[in-house]
């Protein structure tokens, strides 16, 4: 290969890289991997398939240059099928067919379909050993794959992998954000009324077209009978033709699927494909219902009941049809959430118009999931319920027949902005307010009604949701600011390395390649931890425990960290007495690395890190301790949590994406031990890995 077609080819790389770095969303990525990544690996055609959630198929996201029916044949198959994407996402090992002839002979069930040409590369996509796809990449003619075409295939795959991780995690994040709106913005709608009526309806209109093509809420009366109370759909018309289609085949109470058998069970209904069978038997013989069936075009479904206090009060139905995709687990789980929200937004306005007219008030009021407070016209308490006692930390028997202000101290400030309600009026909204009770810090939802003998208070304790929002902030802040860096520092040495006006000599060009690449595994390192994070909240993160010689891990950890050592520091290792232990090797190898990298790192004036073992009893500890900067006593257990990261002027302006000390804490305690530090500012700290020894 000549020098031309070697710059030649480097560019059109390049050109995938800078396009892959400025991709955000997945779909972005595929189209940057499918044109301009076809073209730089002088493929005729490509295709990038995933493997589904529950690991039994692979799923086609993209293809560009085929021109046979590829994604209607091909579009989902079975992980064990005879076919090259299948074989490399198996293996994790490339393939890589030069001829017709040896591609057929491996392949067979390729030639049967007549799949076009030649030569084949399909290429592993991985992020932290993990395979999670495959890139097939397709040559009109004969190819000898020489060694450095199979390494520019392998690179443009590994650029594939983490540009398409990082936009599938970006992707994740938008989707959690677009829920926890939504989330908040039907509880305030739920909270806003208590004609629940009109709320129902305001929330199916507000599920449309976001949650489903079709949205409907069905109510259990009195005798049995089913009542439809709202349904919605972006077309009026369609609309009103639901509505006359419920009066003309309203559904039976002893129906097996759909509404009444959530209503009558109280257990949700999810189908993620509505099998043929249950639309037949629904059907049966009428052919007019037929084509109404088919013109609706019903592909997915979620039936949820609305429950509270052991009472199956309605069901919530969404549909997908004509635009909205088939719904997963996460829109099922989204959707148990709303219908939880929606039941007490409906149980709590009932029991709010019983308590208006004087009916078993207390008795009613004493089970809902609010606190509620009942003050006469002296602000006297008159009824303390147990949600009321569990928020406030005070109990019924203390509170009831004084003053409100000496129960609760803060209740002036709690309540002071809290506009009052007339009985049935429309447009109540709680206001949330800060809180500290007996040392606990608190966000308590507050709405009041004042009914002329007195005042009625709900309280809701919302510290968790706040706390939720706080963190999926911190997470999007802190993910945004670890990966500009990097980023920037690679758009600048790229930049530079491609301006025409600038003579570089090799020396400062390899030193550029270099940035670009440290700057690399930086940003692949950040997508690994956050992806790590996500695993571990999630519960899946496989362990295989195993009979580890600690001593040797520990060793290979002080090698690999003495190969680019910053100046001033010194390794150690002591590991006399250390004897086997259960863990998982490559996780507790993962666990030492970034304890010592921590430790070099803070520790910008030299010193001496070093790594001991030991054994106490039953238990091996592991000691990584250095002379740098040391941690505050106040900020110790706090360095564990997710997105954590100390003050900037007590850390001399070294940083971090605040999850390694998370994630090793997390892992070390999956592998039944414990990490703890103990530390002194400007002394130094050492964290100690306990774990069983091998009996």
């Not at 390494?151 to 599938?168: D, G, I, P």
């Not at 027949?401 to 049935?424: F, I, Q, R």
């Given at each position: 290969?000549?020098?031309?077609?070697?710059?030649?080819?480097?560019?059109?790389?390049?050109?995938?890289?800078?396009?892959?770095?400025?991709?955000?969303?997945?779909?972005?990525?595929?189209?940057?991997?499918l044109?301009?990544?076809?073209?730089?690996?002088?493929?005729?055609?490509?295709?990038?398939?995933?493997l589904?959630?529950?690991?039994?198929?692979?799923?086609?996201?993209?293809q560009?240059?085929?021109?046979?029916?590829?994604?209607?044949?091909?579009?989902?198959?079975?992980?064990?099928?005879?076919?090259?994407?299948?074989?490399?996402?198996?293996?994790?090992?490339?393939?890589?067919?030069?001829?017709?002839?040896?591609r057929?002979?491996?392949?067979?069930?390729?030639?049967?379909?007549?799949?076009?040409?030649?030569?084949?590369?399909?290429?592993?996509?991985?992020?932290?050993?993990?395979?999670?796809?495959?890139?097939?990449?397709?040559?009109?003619?004969?190819?000898?794959?020489?060694?450095?075409?199979?390494?520019?295939?392998?690179?443009?795959?590994?650029?594939?992998?983490?540009?398409?991780?990082?936009?599938?995690?970006?992707a994740?994040?938008?989707?959690?954000?677009?829920?926890?709106?939504?989330?908040?913005?039907?509880?305030?709608?739920?909270?806003?009324?208590?004609?629940?009526?009109?709320?129902?309806?305001?929330?199916?209109?507000l599920?449309?077209?976001?949650?489903?093509?079709?949205?409907?809420?069905?109510?259990?009366?009195?005798?049995?009978?089913?009542?439809?109370?709202?349904?919605?759909?972006?077309?009026?018309?369609?609309?009103?033709?639901?509505?006359?289609?419920?009066?003309?085949?309203?559904?039976?109470?002893?129906?097996?699927?759909?509404?009444?058998?959530?209503?009558?069970?109280?257990?949700?209904?999810?189908?993620?494909?509505?099998?043929?069978?249950?639309?037949?038997?629904?059907?049966?013989?009428?052919?007019?219902?037929?084509?109404?069936?088919?013109?609706?075009?019903?592909?997915?479904?979620?039936?949820?009941?609305?429950?509270?206090?052991?009472?199956?009060?309605?069901?919530?139905?969404?549909?997908?049809?004509?635009?909205h995709?088939?719904?997963?687990?996460?829109?099922?789980?989204?959707?148990l959430?709303?219908?939880?929200?929606?039941?007490?937004?409906?149980?709590?306005?009932?029991?709010?118009?019983?308590?208006?007219?004087?009916?078993?008030?207390?008795?009613?009021l004493?089970?809902?999931?609010?606190?509620?407070?009942?003050?006469?016209k002296?602000?006297?308490?008159?009824?303390?319920?147990?949600?009321?006692?569990?928020?406030?930390?005070?109990?019924?028997a203390?509170?009831?027949?004084?003053?409100v202000?000496?129960?609760?101290?803060?209740?002036?400030?709690?309540?002071?902005?809290?506009?009052?309600?007339?009985?049935?009026?429309?447009?109540?909204?709680?206001?949330?307010?800060?809180?500290?009770?007996?040392?606990?810090?608190?966000?308590?939802?507050?709405?009041?009604?004042?009914?002329?003998?007195?005042?009625?208070?709900?309280?809701?304790?919302?510290?968790?949701?706040?706390?939720?929002?706080?963190?999926?902030?911190?997470?999007?802040?802190?993910?945004?600011?670890?990966?500009?860096?990097?980023?920037?520092?690679?758009?600048?040495?790229?930049?530079?390395?491609?301006?025409?006006?600038v003579?570089?000599?090799?020396?400062?060009?390899?030193?550029f390649?270099?940035?670009?690449?440290?700057?690399?595994?930086?940003?692949?390192?950040?997508?690994?931890?956050?992806?790590?994070?996500?695993?571990?909240?999630?519960?899946?993160?496989?362990?295989?425990?195993?009979?580890?010689?600690?001593?040797?891990?520990?060793?290979?950890?002080?090698?690999?960290?003495?190969?680019?050592?910053?100046?001033?520091?010194?390794?150690?290792?002591?590991?006399?007495?250390?004897?086997?232990?259960?863990?998982?090797?490559?996780?507790?190898?993962?666990?030492?690395?970034?304890?010592?990298?921590?430790?070099?790192?803070?520790?910008?004036?030299?010193?001496?890190?070093?790594?001991?073992?030991?054994?106490?009893?039953?238990?091996?500890?592991?000691?990584?301790?250095?002379?740098?900067?040391?941690?505050?006593?106040?900020?110790?257990e706090?360095?564990?949590?997710?997105?954590?990261?100390?003050?900037?002027?007590?850390?001399?302006?070294?940083?971090?994406?605040?999850?390694?000390?998370?994630?090793?804490?997390?892992?070390?305690?999956?592998?039944?031990?414990?990490?703890?530090?103990?530390?002194?500012?400007?002394?130094?700290?050492?964290?100690t890995?306990?774990?069983?020894?091998?009996?």
């Amino acid at each position: 290969m000549s020098v031309h077609e070697r710059e030649d080819r480097a560019l059109r790389l390049q050109r995938v890289a800078e396009l892959l770095a400025e991709a955000v969303t997945p779909q972005e990525v595929l189209d940057a991997v499918l044109t301009e990544g076809v073209r730089a690996a002088e493929a005729r055609a490509g295709a990038i398939g995933v493997l589904s959630d529950d690991g039994e198929s692979i799923e086609l996201l993209a293809q560009q240059g085929y021109t046979g029916p590829i994604m209607d044949e091909w579009h989902r198959f079975p992980l064990d099928a005879g076919l090259p994407m299948s074989q490399v996402v198996r293996t994790g090992e490339p393939i890589f067919i030069s001829t017709v002839i040896e591609r057929n002979e491996l392949f067979p069930e390729l030639s049967q379909r007549g799949q076009e040409g030649s030569a084949l590369a399909v290429l592993p996509l991985a992020v932290e050993g993990r395979v999670f796809g495959a890139m097939a990449l397709s040559f009109g003619d004969e190819v000898e794959f020489g060694l450095e075409r199979r390494e520019m295939k392998v690179a443009l795959a590994r650029q594939a992998s983490q540009a398409l991780a990082r936009s599938r995690l970006y992707a994740q994040e938008h989707t959690l954000r677009q829920r926890m709106t939504f989330l908040a913005e039907a509880s305030e709608l739920l909270s806003s009324s208590l004609d629940y009526n009109l709320t129902l309806k305001q929330l199916t209109q507000l599920a449309v077209p976001g949650l489903a093509d079709w949205c409907a809420i069905d109510m259990a009366g009195e005798h049995g009978e089913i009542v439809r109370l709202a349904v919605a759909h972006e077309d009026p018309e369609k609309v009103r033709w639901a509505y006359e289609l419920q009066e003309r085949y309203p559904p039976k109470p002893d129906d097996r699927f759909g509404v009444p058998q959530v209503l009558r069970s109280g257990e949700p209904e999810f189908l993620p494909e509505i099998p043929d069978e249950i639309i037949e038997e629904a059907i049966g013989d009428d052919e007019e219902l037929r084509l109404i069936v088919d013109q609706l075009g019903l592909r997915s479904m979620i039936c949820v009941p609305l429950s509270a206090r052991g009472r199956t009060l309605g069901a919530l139905t969404l549909i997908a049809a004509e635009t909205h995709p088939t719904y997963t687990q996460a829109d099922f789980e989204l959707a148990l959430e709303l219908a939880g929200r929606a039941a007490v937004a409906v149980d709590n306005a009932r029991l709010y118009g019983e308590a208006e007219k004087g009916a078993n008030a207390a008795q009613a009021l004493a089970h809902i999931a609010d606190g509620v407070v009942l003050l006469d016209k002296e602000g006297v308490v008159r009824h303390w319920n147990p949600a009321a006692a569990a928020i406030t930390g005070v109990d019924e028997a203390r509170a009831l027949g004084k003053p409100v202000d000496e129960v609760v101290s803060a209740w002036g400030a709690l309540t002071s902005h809290v506009p009052l309600a007339k009985p049935g009026a429309s447009g109540v909204r709680p206001v949330t307010v800060p809180l500290v009770l007996d040392g606990r810090e608190l966000w308590v939802a507050v709405s009041g009604v004042d009914f002329g003998e007195g005042t009625v208070y709900a309280l809701q304790d919302v510290t968790d949701e706040r706390a939720l929002e706080k963190t999926r902030s911190d997470f999007v802040a802190t993910a945004s600011h670890e990966l500009r860096t990097p980023l920037a520092a690679v758009y600048g040495a790229v930049r530079t390395l491609r301006r025409e006006d600038v003579e570089l000599s090799d020396e400062y060009r390899m030193t550029f390649l270099e940035m670009i690449e440290s700057e690399a595994l930086r940003l692949s390192h950040i997508v690994d931890q956050i992806l790590l994070a996500g695993q571990l909240d999630a519960d899946a993160v496989e362990l295989s425990l195993s009979e580890c010689n600690p001593a040797e891990i520990a060793a290979g950890v002080i090698e690999s960290a003495s190969v680019h050592l910053p100046e001033g520091i010194s390794l150690s290792l002591s590991a006399d007495g250390a004897s086997s232990i259960m863990c998982d090797e490559n996780k507790l190898r993962q666990v030492l690395v970034n304890l010592l990298d921590n430790a070099i790192k803070y520790s910008p004036d030299g010193g001496k890190v070093g790594i001991r073992l030991e054994q106490t009893g039953g238990t091996c500890q592991i000691e990584v301790a250095d002379e740098g900067l040391g941690i505050p006593h106040s900020e110790r257990e706090k360095i564990f949590e997710k997105f954590y990261r100390l003050d900037p002027q007590q850390t001399k302006g070294v940083g971090g994406s605040g999850l390694g000390l998370y994630i090793c804490r997390e892992l070390v305690e999956r592998m039944d031990g414990r990490l703890s530090v103990e530390s002194e500012p400007g002394v130094g700290s050492r964290f100690t890995v306990a774990l069983p020894a091998r009996r």
